[in-house]
């Protein structure tokens, strides 16, 4: 068995090589003690954290098959050994404080502050020397606004995934075609709402008339295939350590089905769900070159003025998703007319939206009553403080205002929050 010093940590007398990190007075490097007394070294460990090793590129695989190149032509190639960036001091300490936002009082991250530089410097070493393994997994379900199984890693492998995450999703997101717009910095569900409300409204001032190919994928998280994932993977990475990284935490995900599925709960999965899809993405805007195509995770839409050419686009898309990814379509997938008569709203990113109006999807608005009568009670009780209330009103509002929702808001908070006298 090798014993290996870690890349912080040494002795006080030992000029040079006394290491960057809290250190022991009078032990060599691969003793850890309790003696009293420490060298603080934070500003020297960030200047001289080395460099060099592998190197990454991000680039087009030299088999790949006609619809492949077709997709691939336009992506840049390259950027610089990643591994290394990951497990940068820098970068996982930023990721620590990204992933303590919302969460200052979390037990779990309390402690993990208590000895930051320890922590991360920890981390640091597994990484340097392959030696990172996650813990289990805390899974529970939500209900809201569907049943679902969350599957949430402890804060420190969610450190490493921000890390991750940090570094390799910029040169992924320079893949992807501008209508994605799930966990993108500046796109969103209002923003991806506003672009299906201007496709819909061009396609009916040129043809009077606006069908929706309206689809989602059947479990998709549930449903990604490892295989597939980590070959597109390489397809851009060329760094075998990130790559390796990638892989072990595809496969140590909890998953139903042996080589199946990555977990709800995750950094890393949203990305690996947004790089799995944009083969999709390309598919449809470079093979297809269709232009009134929108995605935002697993739900996508086609608008046109042609409904028989949106039911063959359908059935383009279904093989395309079934022999290239393994995935299948839900059984609400249809086309349909977009229209205030003979015909429907597109149901999109909690939206009914029309070229002329959009509404708030009616489960929304059933969920925001429930949710009022319940702040109402708890308020009167006492157990609702005016700033929760007010959070949970604004929040609301927030994503309401996107919509004509005037009548509807003056309807709701007609009555005021009254609290019991005591």
């Not at 003690?33 to 680039?59: H, M, V």
């Not at 069908?211 to 994928?217: E, F, S, T, V």
């Not at 993977?233 to 909890?254: A, E, H, R, V």
């Not at 009553?369 to 009568?373: A, D, I, P, R």
């Given at each position: 068995?090798?014993?290996?010093s870690?890349?912080?940590?040494?002795?006080?007398?030992?000029?040079?090589?006394?290491?960057l990190?809290?250190?022991?007075?009078?032990?060599?490097?691969?003793?850890?003690?309790?003696?009293?007394?420490?060298?603080?070294?934070?500003?020297?460990?960030?200047?001289?954290?080395?460099?060099?090793?592998?190197?990454?590129?991000?680039?087009?695989?030299?088999?790949?098959?006609?619809?492949?190149?077709?997709?691939?032509?336009?992506?840049?190639?390259?950027?610089?050994?990643a591994?290394?960036?990951?497990?940068?001091?820098?970068?996982?300490?930023?990721?620590?404080?990204?992933?303590?936002?919302?969460?200052?009082?979390?037990?779990?991250?309390?402690?993990?502050?208590?000895?930051?530089?320890?922590n991360?410097?920890?981390?640091?070493?597994?990484?340097m020397?392959?030696?990172y393994?996650?813990?289990?997994?805390?899974q529970?379900?939500?209900?809201?606004?569907?049943?679902?199984?969350?599957?949430?890693?402890?804060?420190?492998?969610?450190?490493?995934?921000?890390a991750?995450?940090?570094?390799i999703?910029?040169?992924?997101?320079?893949?992807?075609?501008?209508?994605?717009?799930a966990?993108?910095?500046?796109?969103?569900?209002?923003?991806?709402?506003?672009?299906?409300?201007?496709?819909?409204?061009?396609?009916?001032?040129?043809?009077?008339?606006a069908?929706?190919?309206?689809?989602?994928?059947y479990?998709?998280?549930?449903?990604?295939?490892?295989?597939?994932?980590?070959?597109?993977?390489?397809?851009?990475?060329?760094?075998?350590?990130?790559?390796?990284?990638?892989?072990?935490?595809?496969?140590?995900?909890?998953?139903?089905?042996?080589?199946?599925?990555?977990?709800?709960?995750?950094?890393?999965?949203?990305?690996?769900?947004?790089?799995?899809?944009?083969?999709?993405?390309?598919?449809?805007?470079?093979?297809?070159?269709?232009?009134?195509?929108?995605?935002?995770?697993?739900?996508?839409?086609?608008?046109?003025?042609?409904?028989?050419?949106?039911?063959?686009?359908?059935?383009?898309?279904?093989?395309?998703?079934?022999?290239?990814?393994?995935?299948?379509?839900?059984?609400?997938?249809?086309?349909?007319?977009?229209a205030?008569?003979?015909?429907?709203?597109?149901?999109?990113?909690?939206?009914?939206?029309?070229?002329?109006?959009?509404?708030?999807?009616?489960?929304?608005?059933?969920?925001i009553?429930?949710?009022?009568?319940k702040?109402?009670?708890?308020?009167?009780?006492?157990?609702?403080?005016?700033?929760?209330?007010?959070?949970?009103v604004?929040?609301?509002?927030?994503h309401?205002?996107?919509?004509?929702?005037y009548?509807?808001?003056?309807?709701?908070?007609?009555v005021?929050?009254?609290?019991?006298?005591?």
């Open positions: 068995m090798i014993t290996r870690p890349l912080r940590g040494g002795n006080w007398n030992n000029g040079s090589n006394a290491g990190g809290a250190l022991n007075l009078n032990n060599a490097r691969t003793n850890a003690n309790n003696n009293i007394g420490f060298r603080p070294a934070l500003d020297y460990a960030r200047s001289s954290f080395p460099t060099g090793g592998c190197q990454c590129k991000f680039e087009k695989d030299a088999g790949t098959s006609a619809i492949a190149e077709t997709l691939y032509t336009s992506i840049d190639a390259s950027i610089e050994c591994y290394e960036e990951i497990y940068a001091f820098e970068n996982l300490l930023s990721a620590a404080y990204s992933c303590r936002k919302g969460k200052s009082k979390n037990q779990s991250v309390m402690k993990f502050f208590d000895n930051l530089e320890e991360i410097i920890q981390i640091q070493n597994e990484l020397w392959c030696e393994a996650p813990s289990p997994y805390h529970f379900f939500v209900f809201e606004p569907k049943r679902r199984l969350i599957s949430a890693p402890n804060f420190k492998d969610r450190v490493v995934h921000r991750i995450y940090n570094i999703e910029p040169h992924f997101d320079k893949t992807y075609i501008y209508d994605s717009y966990c993108r910095r500046g796109k969103g569900t209002h923003k991806g709402a506003d672009r299906a409300q201007a496709f819909i409204r061009n396609v009916e001032r040129k043809s009077n008339k069908y929706a190919l309206k689809a989602d994928i479990h998709y998280f549930s449903s990604i295939d490892h295989g597939i994932l980590k070959q597109i993977l390489s397809k851009k990475i060329k760094c075998q350590k990130t790559l390796s990284l990638l892989g072990f935490i595809i496969d140590t995900s909890p998953a139903d089905e042996v080589g199946v599925g990555i977990p709800l709960g995750n950094l890393t999965s949203q990305m690996f769900a947004n790089i799995y899809l944009n083969e999709l993405d390309r598919y449809a805007k470079h093979y297809l070159k269709e232009k009134y195509y929108i995605r935002y995770m697993d739900d996508f839409v086609f608008i046109g003025p042609d409904k028989d050419k949106l039911h063959g686009i359908r059935v383009d898309v279904e093989k395309f998703l079934w022999e290239q990814l393994r995935l299948k379509t839900n059984s609400k997938t249809q086309v349909f007319p977009i205030k008569e003979r015909g429907r709203a597109l149901d999109f990113l909690g939206f009914r939206i029309y070229a002329t109006h959009r509404l708030l999807r009616k489960s929304s608005v059933k969920r009553k429930s949710n009022l009568k702040l109402r009670k708890g308020y009167a009780a006492g157990s609702v403080t005016i700033r929760e209330m007010q959070q949970s604004q929040s609301w509002l927030g309401a205002k996107h919509a004509q929702t009548n509807l808001r003056r309807t709701l908070f007609s005021p929050f009254i609290k019991k006298p005591e």
